[in-house]
């Protein structure tokens, strides 16, 4: 009779130490999403997109922001292209006019495709805004500036463009 209380103890015991050890996942699971908004969780770049969210509390208002936001960020980008030429003297004159060509397409094209999207929002398009949204995924610039060099600061913010798009895209997925 002793040797199945000692059973009934170890496998209490055992089971415990199970449930302790899957419980901590899940406790680290909960601490990733400390601080993100409840729009953000599936977004590959959660503390910006709860940046981009501004303290949304409803999924309309959470995508509306979001677009808003990089919308704002590709116009000031889209601006700053006429600048670029100084910037790129020390390349050839042809692979100057390629990049500006290029970079001027790829913003302008940016922004039309959000202001698309806002405008598909409005009228509960979410097809049309995920299409959008989706075009708006453009890295022509980018790939356009890599003779200019990694660093190249235009290029960082393209990138923080893209990713803005992308966390776009998550928000507006999740109706």
């Not at 170890?10 to 130490?17: D, E, P, Q, V, Y």
């Not at 949304?56 to 006429?82: E, F, G, Q």
């Not at 600061?153 to 998550?170: E, I, Q, S």
């Amino acid at each position: 009779m002793a040797p199945k209380k000692f059973n009934y103890l170890f496998a209490a015991a055992a089971a415990l130490i199970l449930l302790g050890a899957a419980w901590i996942p899940l406790q680290a699971e909960a601490r990733r999403f400390v601080g993100v908004n409840q729009f953000c969780h599936t977004a590959s770049y959660r503390r910006i997109c709860t940046q981009m969210v501004n303290g949304a509390s409803n999924w309309r208002d959470a995508s509306n922001n979001a677009m808003l936001a990089t919308l704002d960020l590709a116009k000031r980008l889209k601006d700053l292209v006429p600048i670029l030429k100084p910037a790129l003297s020390h390349l050839d004159p042809a692979t100057v006019e390629e990049i500006m060509k290029t970079c001027d397409n790829d913003f302008y094209n940016v922004v039309d495709d959000l202001e698309v999207s806002l405008q598909a929002f409005k009228t509960n398009d979410i097809g049309a805004v995920a299409a959008h949204l989706s075009a708006a995924l453009r890295t022509d610039c980018q790939e356009a500036m890599k003779s200019a060099g990694p660093d190249f600061p235009l290029n960082k913010y393209a990138g923080h463009l893209t990713r803005r798009v992308d966390n776009c895209l998550a928000v507006i997925l999740q109706n």
